[in-house]
C-alpha cells in the first residue's frame, strides 16, 4: 500500500480529484453505509454493478467506465465495497487492473469469526471488530446521517413535533436478521413492558418508528402493550425518510433494538442517551458485542427498567473513515 501511495504523490494524482465508485447491495443498511461516506467525501460518486460472475466482462465494463470519466487525465480510483453480499474475491481483482491508481476500501458492519483470504488484500478495512495498521477500528458502524440533515429534517417536520410532550422518547424498531428471528410477540411484549417502565415515569411522549424488517404482529402486540402512554406511531415503509431523521433530530433519549446497528449508532450520532435492548433471544452475539462497543464509549447503556440521563459524547464512524481516506490519498 505505501508504494501505491508514493506512486500517487509521484503522479501528481493527489491534485485530481479521485473517481468514486460505490459497490452496488441489496443490503439497505450496506449501501447506505457506502453512499453515505461518498457523499461525506464531497467528489461525484456513482454505483457499480455487482460482479456478475464473469470476471472478464465485469473488468472490461469497469476499465471502458473509468476510461470514459477520467478524460485522460488517470486520475486516482477509490472503491468502495463491503459486507453484504459476497464480493470479496472479485472487487480485490480489481487491484491488478487499475493498479496503483485505485484504493480499495471496504466497510465492514458484521465479518464472520473466520475471516476471508484475501481481506488483507484491501488498502483500508473499516470495522467495529477488528484493528490493525490498515484498519479503520470504529464505534458503531457508518451510514449516511449528517448535521445538516438532521438541522433540515428537525424544521421541516416541527409541526409535528412541537406541540408533543417533553420529554420526546424515540423507540427505534429492527426486527428479525438471516441469523436471529427471536423478533416475535413474546419478546415485543416483553420490550413493551421495559419501554413502559422508562416512558411512564417520566411523562412525556413516546414516539415509534419501526423498520423493513419489523414482523407485522411483533409490532401489533408491542403497540397492544403501551397502552397508558401518549404514544405516537409512523411506519417506516409508508413515510419519507426525513420523519425518521426528524425524531432523530427531535428527540430528546432514544431506546434501540440492538438488532440494528445502523439504528444505534444514527442514535449516538445525536449525542443525545440511548438505551438499547441487548436481549439475547432477538440479537446475534455480533451485534452484542459491536453495541457493546458503543455502551464502553459511553454513548449508549442497556436497557433496563430504569433511565437516568447521562453525559454523552457523539460518535461519528463514517468521518473516521473519511480521515483515513483523505490521509491515505493525500486529498
Given at each position: 500500500?505505501?508504494?501505491?501511495?508514493?506512486?500517487?504523490?509521484?503522479h501528481?494524482?493527489?491534485?485530481?480529484?479521485?473517481q468514486?465508485?460505490?459497490?452496488?447491495s441489496?443490503?439497505?443498511?450496506?449501501?447506505n453505509?457506502?453512499?453515505?461516506?461518498?457523499?461525506?467525501?464531497?467528489?461525484?460518486?456513482?454505483?457499480?454493478?455487482?460482479?456478475?460472475?464473469d470476471?472478464?466482462n465485469?473488468?472490461?465494463?469497469?476499465?471502458?467506465r473509468?476510461?470514459?470519466?477520467?478524460q485522460?487525465?488517470?486520475?486516482?480510483?477509490?472503491?468502495?465495497s463491503?459486507?453484504?453480499?459476497?464480493?470479496?474475491?472479485?472487487?480485490?481483482?480489481?487491484?491488478?487492473?487499475f493498479?496503483?491508481?485505485?484504493?480499495?476500501?471496504y466497510?465492514?458492519?458484521?465479518?464472520?469469526d473466520?475471516?476471508h483470504?484475501?481481506l488483507?488484500?484491501?488498502?483500508l478495512?473499516?470495522s467495529?471488530?477488528l484493528?490493525?495498521?490498515?484498519?479503520v477500528?470504529?464505534?458503531?458502524?457508518?451510514?449516511?446521517?449528517?448535521?445538516?440533515?438532521?438541522?433540515?429534517?428537525?424544521?421541516?417536520?416541527?409541526?409535528?413535533?412541537?406541540p408533543?410532550?417533553?420529554?420526546?422518547?424515540?423507540?427505534?424498531?429492527?426486527?428479525?436478521?438471516?441469523y436471529?428471528?427471536?423478533?416475535?410477540?413474546?419478546?415485543?411484549?416483553?420490550?413493551?413492558?421495559r419501554?413502559?417502565?422508562?416512558?411512564k415515569?417520566?411523562?412525556?411522549?413516546?414516539?415509534?418508528?419501526?423498520?423493513r424488517?419489523?414482523?407485522?404482529?411483533?409490532?401489533?402486540?408491542?403497540?397492544?402493550?403501551?397502552?397508558?402512554?401518549?404514544?405516537?406511531?409512523?411506519?417506516?415503509?409508508?413515510?419519507?425518510?426525513?420523519?425518521?431523521?426528524?425524531?432523530?433530530?427531535?428527540?430528546?433519549?432514544?431506546?434501540?433494538?440492538?438488532?440494528?446497528?445502523?439504528?444505534c449508532?444514527?442514535?449516538?450520532?445525536?449525542?443525545k442517551?440511548?438505551?438499547?435492548?441487548?436481549?439475547e433471544?432477538?440479537?446475534?452475539?455480533?451485534?452484542?458485542?459491536?453495541?457493546?462497543?458503543?455502551?464502553?464509549?459511553?454513548?449508549?447503556?442497556?436497557?433496563?427498567?430504569?433511565?437516568?440521563?447521562?453525559?454523552?459524547?457523539?460518535?461519528?464512524?463514517?468521518?473516521?473513515?473519511?480521515?483515513?481516506?483523505?490521509?491515505?490519498?493525500m486529498?
Amino acid at each position: 500500500m505505501q508504494t501505491a501511495l508514493r506512486t500517487l504523490e509521484n503522479h501528481d494524482r493527489s491534485m485530481q480529484p479521485p473517481q468514486v465508485w460505490i459497490v452496488d447491495s441489496a443490503y439497505t443498511g450496506e449501501l447506505n453505509a457506502r453512499i453515505g461516506l461518498a457523499e461525506r467525501l464531497g467528489y461525484p460518486y456513482e454505483i457499480i454493478p455487482l460482479p456478475n460472475g464473469d470476471a472478464q466482462n465485469y473488468q472490461q465494463m469497469l476499465t471502458e467506465r473509468y476510461a470514459r470519466n477520467s478524460q485522460d487525465k488517470d486520475p486516482p480510483l477509490l472503491i468502495i465495497s463491503g459486507t453484504g453480499e459476497e464480493t470479496t474475491a472479485e472487487i480485490a481483482d480489481l487491484k491488478g487492473l487499475f493498479h496503483d491508481r485505485l484504493l480499495n476500501v471496504y466497510l465492514a458492519s458484521i465479518l464472520p469469526d473466520e475471516l476471508h483470504p484475501r481481506l488483507k488484500e484491501y488498502d483500508l478495512i473499516a470495522s467495529p471488530q477488528l484493528v490493525g495498521a490498515n484498519i479503520v477500528s470504529l464505534v458503531g458502524v457508518p451510514h449516511k446521517l449528517t448535521r445538516e440533515i438532521l438541522a433540515n429534517a428537525r424544521k421541516q417536520h416541527e409541526d409535528y413535533f412541537k406541540p408533543l410532550a417533553k420529554p420526546i422518547i424515540g423507540l427505534l424498531l429492527g426486527g428479525n436478521t438471516r441469523y436471529c428471528n427471536g423478533f416475535d410477540e413474546t419478546y415485543a411484549t416483553g420490550l413493551a413492558q421495559r419501554v413502559f417502565a422508562i416512558a411512564k415515569p417520566l411523562q412525556g411522549s413516546l414516539v415509534i418508528s419501526n423498520s423493513r424488517r419489523t414482523p407485522g404482529n411483533a409490532q401489533t402486540a408491542l403497540l397492544d402493550n403501551l397502552t397508558g402512554l401518549d404514544c405516537h406511531f409512523f411506519d417506516w415503509r409508508q413515510t419519507e425518510q426525513s420523519q425518521y431523521h426528524a425524531l432523530l433530530a427531535h428527540a430528546d433519549c432514544f431506546i434501540v433494538t440492538g438488532d440494528s446497528l445502523s439504528m444505534c449508532s444514527e442514535a449516538a450520532f445525536t449525542g443525545k442517551p440511548v438505551l438499547v435492548d441487548m436481549s439475547e433471544d432477538a440479537t446475534e452475539s455480533y451485534h452484542r458485542d459491536i453495541v457493546g462497543k458503543l455502551i464502553d464509549s459511553g454513548a449508549a447503556k442497556r436497557l433496563t427498567d430504569h433511565y437516568e440521563p447521562w453525559a454523552t459524547v457523539p460518535t461519528d464512524p463514517t468521518h473516521a473513515i473519511v480521515e483515513a481516506i483523505r490521509n491515505r490519498m493525500m486529498i
